[in-house]
C-alpha cells in the first residue's frame, strides 16, 4: 500500500506525524514530508490509524 497526500488539503497540523512519525514530517515552514510513501505490512495499522485521524481529511491509502 501507499499513502497519497493531497496537498490542497493538508494544513499543516502534524498529528500524522504524532501518530506516525516513520512516515510523516512536519517541516518548519508547515509542508508535510512524507518520509516514506509506501508502507510495509506491520507498519499498516499505525498508518491506516494516522490516515483516519487527519482532520482535514488529506491522506488516503492506495492500495497496489
Ligand atoms: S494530519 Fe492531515 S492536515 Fe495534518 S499534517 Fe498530517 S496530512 Fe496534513
Given at each position: 500500500m501507499k499513502i497519497a497526500v493531497n496537498r490542497g488539503?493538508?494544513?499543516g497540523i502534524g498529528?500524522?506525524?504524532s501518530i506516525?512519525?516513520?512516515y510523516f514530517e512536519v517541516?518548519?515552514?508547515g509542508?508535510?514530508?512524507l518520509v516514506r510513501a509506501t508502507v510495509g505490512d506491520a507498519?499498516?495499522?499505525e498508518v491506516e490509524e494516522a490516515v483516519r485521524s487527519c482532520p482535514a481529511a488529506a491522506l488516503t491509502i492506495v492500495d497496489d
Open positions: 488539503r493538508c494544513t498529528i500524522c506525524e506516525s512519525p516513520a517541516g518548519d515552514d509542508v508535510l514530508i507498519d499498516r495499522a
